[in-house]
């Protein structure tokens, strides 16, 4: 899969069907190429120099060779490219320029740990191989490692660095990216994903221009406001043909992508921790290693791409017992009670959810402290008896008995100033001296770079968590950092606070999934506010957002379809009017939408009628139906909610033997259209049969001619056929 030519120091990495070619050239790894598997490259790097007028250069006797034109691998600063570049490190002397020169390499088979950070994986060496190349410069005594892997499966290749001071002076980094893509033109599209709290990864799609464009968060989170990933598509390339190559940064905290079109229309593109507000103070000896970025490449458009993120970050992501089990449809009754909850009320809608076929009942905020609002006891992690008399233990038996899993919200890293824990360690949270501390939602952030906080976290949590039978855990965190610094911090490591939490975060996570195996975690942010690769490492799904009405969340769930598998995005059917945007959606198109991802739902079912009980029993029998093919199946995008009335997409087992699909119509039109659902994926030499109606169809007429959608009055209308082999 990595392949080297020691004569002319070229690598040539495959992946999948993918080739990335580096060669170093003067000491520089120089990027010749990433795109579709190639035999062998032929070409001479010659053919990137080029004289330019006033172009910087170190050789008078090779003026070509200039740093600012050439494709580079891990471009620095300071001596000739005045693009943007992966890194930057300060010296004692002040000075920010370095050059780091090719030292070595190494090859291996499979794919090692980042220490302390989440990554994806492989499960057996044979799976993939991995590259790393070593970079120096004599002049700061920096060592930095160049690491990629390459997959045997997946179109995919990760790279991540790794920073070491190997002299006698301490170094500061201002900069230190994961990765950076010089692309040869800039013939592309970039599709970036923005959004707000209930309005997560909305798809934005536009042509690049000569500048600079980056999405970013500067929030201590990745954040629902732009997502920690990119997309470069050819302005040909759809959904199902043509070029794109994805960036998705497995990084929950600060992070910067920036796309630069440079004076001879090439690219380079970056992504990283954000260098904003970021510096890391690197003492003799020490060493900093920066997140992963999964870079995929595709030639079957969009829809390529997706599926290849969805399947690796499903299986070689994601982790634990649950990767690769069905996940229970559960009931939730945040919506339910909000706060308002007592034993009574909880078990009442925990029996009509058994009859309805569901198999987990999670209980969401206000179980602890004495949180009858979000105005107090984040951080004490003790159950409210004057809510639940007889503890959770006892709650949760009863819920076993009823055969229901019991599952439990947190929110571990805030802290209510209206709290024990606050009373008791007020320096606990992020905070500067002297000034005063901003609040959302009347909470503060933990700090958690400290270790006394990672301590405490892990002990209140191992106590609640041992002390019933939990099977699942719901971990929320709804706000992001302001005053950011740490009182266990000295001053000149002030900087480094926003990711040492993000460090301090992973390690409490990663000991408590440890810790419980058997649990479900859940991740969630104020809704989707964190979905990101990083969360879903420890956490195998999240909640994908708090706005749970239909017609949204076809755009939120199609948006977040781009990246991750619909395994991991929680959706619920939620009540009428929609809690979020008042909208009156039917039952059906409620029940559809969230069964296209981790099915539950969300309202008080004790007060449907007894029609509606019905159709919720047959949704969910239905969805245990599908399960399979919604939670480990290829999904296939067909119609895109963002652009019309209409949403559409499919779901098609790995064999081909199966397949659902759901076609949506928002709001009803006069002289409608007949519309036809044409299915993606299928074989097109197969027969398959509509298992409701039994009528047989040919793969390939299913995948030109499709099936007909009706023609109904009324909005919020939906459809789905299921279809499987003969
Ligand atoms: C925000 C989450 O997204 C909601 O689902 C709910 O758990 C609330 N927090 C509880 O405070």
Request: proline residues 5%; aromatic residues 12%.
């Amino acid at each position: 899969m990595i392949h080297y030519d020691e004569k002319r120091k070229q690598f040539h990495l495959q992946s999948g069907e993918t080739s990335y070619v580096i060669q170093i050239v003067r000491g520089y790894p120089l990027h010749l190429y990433w795109g579709k598997k190639l035999s062998a490259y032929r070409g001479q790097p010659e053919s990137f120099f080029k004289k330019r007028s006033f172009a910087p250069y170190a050789d008078p006797q090779h003026p070509e060779f200039s740093l600012d034109t050439l494709p580079l691998e891990y471009p620095g600063y300071g001596n000739g490219d005045y693009r943007h570049p992966a890194y930057q490190v300060q010296l004692v002397n002040g000075s920010t320029v370095s050059d780091l020169r090719f030292a070595g390499h190494r090859t291996y088979p499979g794919k090692e740990k980042l220490p302390g950070l989440p990554a994806t994986y492989v499960a057996d060496d044979a799976e993939a191989e991995s590259l790393d190349i070593f970079l120096n410069d004599p002049v700061t005594h920096l060592a930095v490692t160049l690491t990629y892997t390459v997959f045997r499966d997946f179109d995919a290749i990760t790279r991540s660095v790794r920073f070491e001071n190997k002299g006698k002076e301490a170094l500061r980094l201002l900069r230190a990216l994961s990765a950076s893509v010089d692309f040869r033109d800039d013939r592309f599209e970039v599709m970036t994903f923005y959004g707000s709290h209930n309005f997560e990864r909305n798809i934005s799609r536009r042509p690049l221009q000569m500048e600079t464009l980056s999405v970013e968060s500067r929030r201590g989170a990745s954040s629902p406001q732009h997502d920690p990933l990119f997309a470069l598509l050819r302005p040909n390339t759809d959904e199902d043909q043509g070029e794109a190559f994805g960036f998705s940064l497995v990084y929950s905290g600060n992070f910067s992508a920036e796309i630069e079109v440079d004076q001879f229309h090439t690219t380079r593109t970056s992504i990283g921790i954000h260098p904003f507000d970021f510096s890391w103070k690197l003492e003799p000896g020490e060493s900093f290693q920066t997140p992963e970025v999964v870079m995929v490449h595709s030639t079957k458009g969009l829809g390529g791409m997706s599926r290849t993120y969805n399947r690796l970050y499903r299986t070689r992501l994601a982790r634990g017992k649950y990767r690769d089990r069905p996940r229970p449809t559960l009931i939730n009754n945040w919506e339910a009670t909000y706060f308002k909850l007592n034993e009574k009320k909880l078990l009442a809608i925990a029996a009509e959810a058994k009859k309805a076929g569901i198999e987990l009942f999670v209980l969401d905020d206000g179980w602890f402290g004495r949180r009858d609002n979000d105005k107090s006891s984040l951080g004490d992690w003790v159950v409210d008896r004057r809510k639940l008399p007889h503890g959770l233990d006892w709650l949760a038996g009863r819920m076993n008995d009823m055969g229901l899993m019991f599952g439990l919200w947190f929110e571990p890293e805030m802290v209510s100033p209206n709290s024990d824990l606050y009373r008791r360690h007020p320096d606990w949270c992020l905070h500067v001296p002297n000034r005063p501390r901003t609040l959302t939602r009347f909470q503060l952030v933990l700090d958690l770079s400290r270790a006394d906080v990672r301590a405490y976290l892990i002990d209140s949590l191992t106590k609640v968590l041992s002390g019933a039978n939990i099977q699942y855990v719901k971990w929320d965190m709804n706000r992001h950092m302001t005053e950011i610094g740490s009182a266990s911090l000295p001053a000149d490591r002030q900087r480094e606070t926003a990711h040492r939490y993000i460090l301090g975060l992973y390690s409490v996570i990663e000991t408590l999934t440890e810790r419980f195996p058997d649990i479900l975690f859940e991740s969630c942010s104020s809704g989707g506010g964190r979905f990101d690769p990083g969360m879903l490492h420890y956490m195998p799904q999240t909640w994908a957002s708090d706005n749970t009405d239909a017609a949204s969340r076809l755009k939120i769930q199609y948006g977040t379809s781009i990246i991750y598998p619909a395994i991991a995005i929680g959706a619920h059917v939620s009540a009428v009017p929609n809690h979020q945007v008042g909208r009156v959606t039917s039952l059906d198109m409620r029940g559809h939408v969230a069964m296209c991802g981790n099915f539950g739902y969300e309202l008080d079912l004790t007060k449907l009628s007894d029609q509606e009980k019905k159709i919720i029993k047959k949704q969910v029998a239905f969805y245990k139906e599908i399960r399979p093919l919604i939670q480990f199946g290829d999904f296939y995008r067909i119609e895109n909610p963002f652009v019309g009335n209409e949403a559409a997409w499919c779901f098609v087992s790995g064999d081909r033997s199966e397949a659902v699909g759901f076609f949506f119509r928002v709001l009803s039109d006069p002289a409608q259209p007949i519309r036809y659902f044409i299915f993606k994926g299928l074989d097109p030499d197969a027969l398959y049969e509509n298992i409701a109606t039994g009528d047989i169809f040919g793969g390939d007429e299913l995948i030109h001619v499709g099936v007909t959608v009706p023609i109904e009055k009324g909005d919020f209308r939906s459809y789905v056929w299921r279809i499987r082999k003969i």
